[in-house]
């Protein structure tokens, strides 16, 4: 870890261990993680999203995530991995890049396309693993306050556009039955009452520190 604030594990309260989440994550053989910078930690000197829980998953754990990934880059380049983990519980947490870069070439541009790409992604897993269950997080907030977002330029209607996947991606989960979480209003009321700066390295990343910790606990608390 490259942060002189020392992770400590989250305390998981009776109200997180009844969650869905929770339950899934302690009771799955593995579990494969799949996402961009924030499951890689690539960032803050490797320390994943989910490093806080990690001792309250009991069963293997797989790690398929790569920073500046999108939808598009995960299914073109890293599906094979997450099919042969063989996971019987697969977390997603993608599409910040797809809605910040907006670039056709590796991004979905629409809600739509978001949708059908974790689709397929989802229909490749199940015919490997079909009892393998599912967890889908909500594109991760970022910040307007720092010069990382593309050159420093906010891409427009940026918050119409957040609001758009996650409600696609909330919809879509009521119809097969995954966990839906969106942990973006968790996280601003934490930057709001305190400051970005104490979780976040620039504009999206957390540290490794109280950012993991507050980004676990957001997922936790914040599953449907």
Request: proline residues 5%; hydrophobic residues 45%.
């Amino acid at each position: 870890m490259t942060q002189m604030e020392k992770l400590e594990p989250l305390q998981i309260t009776d109200e997180m261990k009844n969650s869905r989440i929770c339950r899934l994550l302690q009771n799955a053989e593995t579990v494969c993680f799949v996402g961009d910078s924030l499951t890689e930690g690539t960032i803050n000197g490797g320390v994943p999203w989910y490093e806080p829980i990690r001792s309250s998953i009991r069963g293997k754990i797989v790690n398929v995530s790569q920073g500046g990934a999108t939808t598009k880059i995960l299914l073109a380049y890293f599906l094979p991995a997450i099919v042969r983990a063989e996971a019987n519980l697969v977390v997603v947490a993608a599409g910040a890049n797809d809605i910040l870069f907006r670039d056709p070439m590796f991004c979905a541009m629409t809600a739509a396309d978001y949708i059908q790409n974790l689709q397929k992604f989802r229909d490749a897993v199940c015919e490997r693993r079909p009892d393998a269950k599912f967890v889908f997080i909500a594109p991760w907030i970022a910040t307007d306050g720092d010069a990382g977002i593309i050159g420093g330029v906010v891409p427009p209607n940026i918050d119409k556009t957040y609001a758009d996947y996650t409600a696609a991606l909330q919809t879509w989960c009521r119809d097969t039955g995954d966990v839906f979480i969106d942990a973006s209003g968790y996280i601003a009321r934490a930057f709001a009452s305190s400051s970005p700066e104490k979780y976040l390295i620039d504009f999206i990343h957390p540290n490794a520190g109280a950012g993991v910790r507050l980004y676990a606990e957001a997922v936790l608390r914040c599953a449907d």
